[in-house]
C-alpha cells in the first residue's frame, strides 16, 4: 500500500508500532497540488498538518509592506504545521508548492487523538522539534555574523535537504538571486559582491536562477574562518 | 517539600502524575551557582540539563575570533540543554549565571527513561520545543527587518520574561548597550542611533547599564509599522 509506504518513510511515523499506522491510515487525507499553489496561508488557523509525500514547498512571511521573507525550502519527506497544530495559535507563514506536490493531511484533533495514544510518535514530533530548534539557531549566528556566514548556511543546508531527499543533482541548488535576497534579507549589490567572492574562490559557481556548489565542505570551513575574523 | 514544589512549577513536569514527579525527585540533584558561573559549557557533551529554580542565566556562543553572540537570557522556572539532551550531540552555546542561581540537574539517562515512561512530560517537552521554535522564527523574522524590529523583539521578550518571572521592576531591563550589540550583533553607532529613537519617542528610556520600557505595548506596534515601511 502505497500511503503506509508514505507515513513509514515519514520521520513523524519512523518506527512506530502498526497500530498507530493503522490508526493514521483511517484519518489521513492525501492531497495534491500544483506549482506555485498555497498549500497553507499565513494568519489562518492552523488546522491541519501535511507530511510531504513528494515534491517541494516554499515557506514564507509576507508583512504588511508586502515585502516577502522566505524562511525556507522542505522537501519530501518534510512535515510542514506542526507547530500551529500543536501550539493552537494562527499560522505565522505561508507556505507554497514549488513543484507538484503532495501531500498527506492530517487534521489538528486526529493528531492529537495519536499523540496521545502512542508516544513513539510524539517522541519522533520531540525529535524533529530538537532538530528544527537547534537548525534555527545555527541559522540566527551565521545570519547574526555577516553575509559569507549567511549565505553558506542558506546553501549548505538547502544542499542537504537535497541529498537526504535523493533529488538529481543536489548540489545544484534552484536559487535566483531574488531568492537569495528574499532568504537573508539583504541587498542585491551585497548579495552579488559575496556570490562573485565566493565564485572566485572556487566554491560555487552560479547564474541568473541556479546555484551550483563545486566543493561544499571547503564552503563550510572557509565561512567559519570568514566568520572570525570579519568585523562585519 | 521544596524540591518537589520547584518541580511542579518546572514547564516540564507541569501537570504530570505524582508517580512522575517521585521518580524524578530520586534523580534530581540540586545545584547552586554563583553570578559569573559557567553553569554549561558550549562544545561540552550534553550529559544534563537543568531546570532553574531561581535566579537568571545567560546563553551566549563564542566564535574562534572570540566574539561573543548573546542568545537571550532564562529566567526562573526555565529550563536549559534540553536540546543536547536530547539530540544527542555536542552543547552549541555557554550558560552563565547572571545573578545566584539554583537548579534542580536531571542526567540524561534518567531524563530520557522519564521520557520514555510519562508520555505528559514529553507532552510538556514537546509544547516547549514548539514554544522556542515559534520565538526563534519570529526572531529571525524580526533580525531581518531592521534594528528597530529586532531591539523591539529582544525588550519585548525579556519583558515578558520577566513578567511570568514575577521579578521586581519587570519593565527595566539590565541591558548595557555592549549587551545589546552582543545580542543583536550591531555596532555601537547603529544601536545608539536606534536607542535615541526609541527614546524621543516616549517608548523607553535608558542609560548606560539599563533599559526602561515605559510604552510595551506601544513598542510592539510602532515596531511592527517600522518594519514594513523601512527599506533597511
Known amino acids: ?106 487534521y489538528r484533533t486526529h493528531f492529537r487523538q495519536i499523540l496521545r495514544r502512542h508516544p513513539q510518535v510524539l517522541w519522533n514530533l520531540s525529535a524533529l522539534l530538537v532538530r528544527r530548534v537547534t537548525f534555527l539557531n545555527d541559522e540566527l549566528i551565521a545570519f547574526g555574523l555577516n553575509t559569507e556566514a549567511a549565505l553558506s548556511h542558506v546553501f549548505l543546508s538547502l544542499y542537504q535537504q537535497r541529498l537526504a531527499a535523493g533529488v538529481p543533482n543536489p548540489e545544484v541548488l534552484p536559487l535566483s538571486t531574488q531568492d537569495i535576497m528574499a532568504r537573508i534579507s539583504s541587498s542585491r549589490e551585497t548579495v552579488s559582491r559575496v556570490m562573485r567572492k565566493l565564485d572566485a574562490a572556487r566554491m560555487l559557481t552560479y547564474t541568473s536562477t541556479q546555484v551550483t556548489l563545486i566543493d561544499p565542505d571547503a564552503l563550510e570551513h572557509v565561512t567559519l574562518d570568514e566568520a572570525d575574523v570579519s568585523a562585519d
Do not use: C, W
Not at 498555497?38 to 513528494?54: C, F, K, M, P, R
Not at 512535515?79 to 493531511?105: F, K
Open 1 to 106: 500500500m502505497a500511503r503506509l509506504d508514505d507515513l513509514k518513510n515519514s520521520p513523524l511515523f519512523h518506527d512506530v508500532p502498526d497500530e498507530a499506522l493503522q490508526e493514521a491510515l483511517q484519518v489521513i487525507t492525501e492531497r495534491r497540488y500544483y506549482a506555485g499553489q498555497v498549500i497553507l496561508e499565513q494568519d489562518a488557523e492552523g488546522e491541519a498538518l501535511h507530511l510531504i509525500t513528494s515534491g517541494v514547498v516554499r515557506v514564507s512571511r509576507i508583512s504588511l509592506g508586502s515585502r516577502e521573507r522566505v524562511m525556507g525550502d522542505v522537501y519530501a519527506p518534510g512535515v510542514i504545521g506542526e507547530t500551529a497544530v500543536l501550539g493552537g495559535g494562527e499560522r505565522s507563514a505561508t507556505v507554497r508548492a514549488q513543484t507538484e506536490v503532495t501531500t498527506l493531511m492530517l
